[in-house]
């Protein structure tokens, strides 16, 4: 079992940067593939950025690659997802899992989720 809590979140202007964390209690992240999702009100939930057990493979979304930076701190059981020119569209509660599947993402733990707002 492994809990999840994110932070970083909250409202940015277009262009801005914002770095979210996810922080494990329970069995530790080196056990673990993490995930991050995000959903946007009134549309499914979005897979965003993988990285895998050692932290050593990435892989994001298109809507993402090349603006986001997904990271992993095994000694302080965190993980990272570093935001750079951030768009409206980016606008959605982000979410980080965990599983043993690295690709696909197929997640067994949940965070509760945290809010990011880009204004335009």
């Known amino acids: 079992q492994v809990q999840l809590v994110e932070s970083g979140g909250g409202l940015v202007q277009a262009g801005d940067s914002l770095k979210l964390s996810c922080a494990a209690s329970?069995?530790?992240?080196?056990?673990?593939?993490v995930d991050w999702f995000r959903q946007a009100p009134g549309k499914e939930r979005e897979f965003v950025a993988a990285?895998?057990?050692?932290?050593?493979?990435?892989y994001y979304a298109d809507s993402v690659k090349g603006r986001f930076t997904i990271s992993k701190d095994n000694a302080k059981n965190t993980v990272y997802l570093q935001m750079n020119t951030l768009k409206p569209e980016d606008t959605a509660v982000y979410y980080c899992?965990?599983?043993?599947?690295?690709?696909?993402?197929?997640?067994?733990?949940w965070g509760q989720g945290t809010q990011v707002t880009v204004s335009s």
């Open positions: 329970g069995r530790t992240f080196s056990s673990y593939a």
């Open positions: 990285i895998s057990r050692s932290g050593g493979s990435t």
């Open positions: 899992a965990a599983g043993v599947s690295f690709n696909p993402p197929l997640p067994h733990y």
